[in-house]
């Protein structure tokens, strides 16, 4: 790359269309999988909490799964979801962010003050009743710091999918080192930090509209 | 009317909490258990709503034994107070107290109406309403808490060391706001405390528990101070005894003289406002001093004795119910009323 500037402006200027496909592809890639990671992670948290002896084993098993390297994921994966398909990335995706999320969820279910727990059995919550209208809203900010971690962490995994086909702004790093021109390196770093900006700005934002009663800075509303 | 018959609680691993409960909490009154920490007392206040149910022996809610009741439609109709609040934190305060409420599937509205008359009966401010309970001081909390366990008018209340979280001051807004809503609402109360002033001001009924949740001494609040069971209760009740004691009765027996018979003043004079409210004592030198006041149609003895203490005048001030100053009392018209009122322990709670 001897005597190519970092970044070409003009490069830039022409791919604008191209650039802008490329990261609505990367957001779908990588946040539909925390999405649904999360709808899976809540309902198995919850069984976790009503059943404190499943949370071990199952905890292992997604922790096995968040070890494995995201590559030889998508590369085993391959012969059954099919080489460049988004289900190759986004499945393992998936199984990641339910990875972050599970713990979160029981954690979140912990913290609930025991005081809260007991005041809701004492008003005649059942069990699960209990948990899906009490414990589980209470711990709404502890599953939103999981879902950033979570989103974040999945947009940085999704540009790895480029590798076998399917990696959204991923593209644009393979592309660049295979022709020593590093202008869409540095466009594909910039966009990946501004998604996952964006999104744990609006993460962030969520949160204040789901939990306005968690918003306790020092000496705030009294 | 809640009746434990032999009730007791043995853990798995064969500890002891409570050994065997025989006891009667009448209907409309406050029954309060204290005990030291341990003794069991919250174990069995749990009984009743089966947070813990027993080994052996039954408690009767009404005559129907707890166990034959399906648990949520138990507790539904118990309401219940813990020292922490135990307030849902994603709930603003109107949606707190409507719980049980919703719970009984009440309209919305209808649910929201009562636990705004609940808001009021407790004494908060309408706008505390949409406050969500981190915005609440803790005594606040704690009013919420009660309204919360009232809000579906249960015949009975079951409360955990309610008090106990606040400072002392607050504390003592909390009982006194207890004693008045009982007086309205006569709810069957079973009162669990560690702190036993706290159950001598506010107990009809005192059980003193020891561990195992054996009964000390089930007694009144006067008995108790004035005639403990036995060594180990005295101790429990602590110093002073006899002249908390006077905390319950009235001072209605001291002997006023009126504000124109200036034979008892020495050299003293007694200054007042224009509303007639007592100011200060004028000693001789021009100096002048704290008046004490009590007011004998409300207060008990024992502010009648302070009064008469504090005074530099010896004299304590007797007001009217409109604060007007309309006599006054020596300290030995208080002592005397001591001595000629001890048979008669009046309730100070206005019941």
Same mark, same amino acid.
């Given at each position: 790359?001897?005597?190519?500037?970092?970044?070409?402006?003009?490069?830039?200027?022409?791919?604008?269309?191209?650039?802008?496909?490329?990261?609505?592809?990367?957001?779908?890639?990588?946040?539909?999988?925390?999405?649904?990671?999360?709808?899976?992670?809540?309902?198995?948290?919850?069984?976790?909490? =009503?059943?404190?002896?499943?949370?071990?084993?199952?905890?292992?098993?997604?922790?096995?799964?968040?070890?494995?390297?995201?590559?030889?994921?998508?590369?085993?994966?391959?012969?059954?979801?099919?080489?460049?398909?988004?289900?190759?990335?986004?499945?393992?995706?998936?199984?990641?962010?339910?990875?972050?999320?599970?713990?979160?969820?029981?954690?979140?279910?912990?913290?609930?003050? #025991?005081?809260?727990?007991?005041?809701?059995?004492?008003?005649?919550?059942?069990?699960?009743?209990?948990?899906?209208?009490?414990?589980?809203?209470?711990?709404?900010?502890?599953?939103?710091?999981?879902?950033?971690?979570?989103?974040?962490?999945?947009?940085?995994?999704?540009?790895?999918?480029?590798?076998?086909?399917?990696?959204?702004?991923?593209?644009?790093?393979?592309?660049?080192?295979?022709?020593?021109?590093?202008?869409?390196?540095?466009?594909?770093?910039?966009?990946?930090?501004?998604?996952?900006?964006?999104?744990?700005?609006?993460?962030?934002?969520?949160?204040?509209?789901?939990?306005?009663?968690?918003?306790?800075?020092?000496?705030?509303?009294? | 009317?809640?009746?434990?018959?032999?009730?007791?609680?043995?853990?798995?691993?064969?500890?002891?909490?409570?050994?065997?409960?025989?006891?009667?909490?009448?209907?409309?009154?406050?029954?309060?258990?204290?005990?030291?920490?341990?003794?069991?007392?919250?174990?069995?206040?749990?009984?009743?709503?089966?947070?813990?149910?027993?080994?052996?022996?039954?408690?009767?809610?009404?005559?129907?034994?707890?166990?034959?009741?399906?648990?949520?439609?138990? =507790?539904?109709?118990?309401?219940?107070?813990?020292?922490?609040?135990?307030?849902?934190?994603?709930?603003?305060?109107?949606?707190?107290?409507?719980?049980?409420?919703?719970?009984?599937?009440?309209?919305?509205?209808?649910?929201?109406?009562?636990?705004?008359?609940?808001?009021?009966?407790?004494?908060?401010?309408? #706008?505390?309403?949409?406050?969500?309970?981190?915005?609440?001081?803790?005594?606040?909390?704690?009013?919420?808490?009660?309204?919360?366990?009232?809000?579906?008018?249960?015949?009975?209340?079951?409360?955990?060391?309610?008090?106990?979280?606040?400072?002392?001051?607050?504390?003592?807004?909390?009982?006194?706001?207890?004693?008045?809503?009982?007086?309205?609402?006569?709810?069957?109360?079973?009162?669990?405390?560690?702190?036993? #002033?706290?159950?001598?001001?506010?107990?009809?009924?005192?059980?003193?528990?020891?561990?195992?949740?054996?009964?000390?001494?089930?007694?009144?609040?006067?008995?108790?101070?004035?005639?403990?069971?036995?060594?180990?209760?005295?101790?429990?009740?602590? =110093?002073?005894?006899?002249?908390?004691?006077?905390?319950?009765?009235?001072?209605?027996?001291?002997?006023?003289?009126?504000?124109?018979?200036?034979?008892?003043?020495?050299?003293?004079?007694?200054?007042? #406002?224009?509303?007639?409210?007592?100011?200060?004592?004028?000693?001789?030198?021009?100096?002048?001093?704290?008046?004490?006041?009590?007011?004998?149609?409300?207060?008990?003895?024992?502010?009648?004795?302070?009064?008469?203490?504090?005074?530099?005048?010896?004299?304590?001030?007797?007001?009217?119910?409109?604060?007007?100053?309309?006599?006054?009392?020596?300290?030995?018209?208080?002592?005397?009323?001591?001595?000629?009122?001890?048979?008669?322990?009046?309730?100070?709670?206005?019941?």
């Amino acid at each position: 790359m001897d005597g190519e500037p970092l970044v070409r402006w003009y490069w830039i200027g022409d791919h604008l269309a191209y650039l802008r496909d490329l990261a609505l592809d990367h957001a779908v890639i990588a946040l539909v999988p925390v999405l649904i990671g999360l709808l899976i992670a809540v309902p198995l948290g919850l069984t976790c909490a =009503r059943f404190p002896r499943l949370y071990q084993p199952l905890s292992a098993v997604f922790n096995v799964v968040y070890a494995l390297p995201s590559l030889a994921v998508f590369v085993v994966l391959i012969p059954y979801t099919g080489l460049a398909t988004r289900a190759t990335v986004m499945v393992p995706l998936t199984c990641y962010a339910v990875a972050v999320l599970l713990p979160t969820t029981v954690d979140g279910l912990r913290a609930v003050p #025991e005081s809260v727990r007991q005041a809701a059995t004492a008003m005649g919550y059942g069990p699960w009743h209990r948990l899906t209208a009490v414990e589980l809203p209470a711990s709404v900010p502890y599953l939103v710091s999981g879902l950033r971690v979570a989103a974040v962490s999945s947009i940085s995994l999704a540009a790895v999918g480029a590798l076998v086909g399917r990696g959204g702004l991923g593209y644009l790093f393979i592309d660049g080192f295979q022709r020593s021109f590093p202008t869409p390196i540095v466009a594909g770093i910039v966009l990946v930090a501004a998604l996952a900006l964006v999104t744990d700005l609006l993460l962030v934002l969520a949160r204040r509209l789901l939990a306005p009663w968690a918003v306790r800075e020092k000496g705030a509303a009294r | 009317m809640i009746r434990f018959d032999g009730a007791a609680k043995r853990h798995p691993d064969g500890t002891v909490a409570v050994a065997g409960l025989d006891l009667e909490v009448p209907a409309g009154r406050i029954t309060v258990l204290v005990g030291p920490s341990g003794c069991g007392k919250t174990t069995i206040l749990r009984m009743v709503n089966r947070m813990v149910e027993p080994t052996s022996g039954r408690v009767l809610l009404d005559d129907t034994d707890v166990t034959r009741l399906p648990a949520a439609k138990l =507790r539904r109709g118990i309401g219940y107070v813990i020292q922490q609040a135990g307030l849902f934190p994603h709930r603003r305060v109107i949606d707190n107290i409507a719980t049980v409420p919703y719970l009984l599937g009440w309209e919305r509205k209808k649910a929201r109406a009562r636990a705004a008359e609940l808001l009021e009966l407790v004494g908060l401010a309408p #706008e505390t309403a949409k406050r969500y309970p981190f915005q609440l001081s803790g005594g606040q909390q704690q009013r919420v808490g009660v309204a919360r366990a009232l809000a579906a008018d249960p015949p009975v209340l079951l409360m955990d060391e309610p008090f106990s979280a606040v400072d002392p001051v607050v504390r003592a807004g909390l009982q006194e706001e207890l004693l008045r809503l009982q007086g309205e609402l006569n709810k069957t109360v079973l009162f669990v405390t560690h702190d036993i #002033e706290e159950a001598v001001r506010l107990g009809d009924q005192v059980v003193v528990l020891r561990e195992h949740g054996l009964i000390a001494q089930l007694a009144d609040p006067h008995t108790l101070l004035t005639a403990p069971a036995d060594e180990s209760v005295a101790a429990f009740l602590g =110093r002073d005894r006899g002249l908390r004691g006077l905390g319950l009765r009235s001072a209605a027996g001291v002997a006023v003289r009126p504000l124109t018979d200036t034979s008892q003043y020495g050299s003293w004079d007694l200054t007042r #406002e224009a509303e007639g409210r007592p100011a200060n004592w004028l000693a001789p030198d021009g100096s002048t001093h704290p008046a004490p006041a009590f007011h004998p149609g409300t207060d008990t003895l024992r502010t009648a004795l302070d009064a008469a203490v504090l005074s530099v005048a010896g004299l304590a001030v007797a007001v009217g119910p409109d604060g007007r100053a309309v006599g006054t009392a020596d300290r030995a018209a208080v002592l005397a009323a001591l001595a000629d009122d001890r048979d008669r322990p009046v309730s100070t709670h206005g019941r």
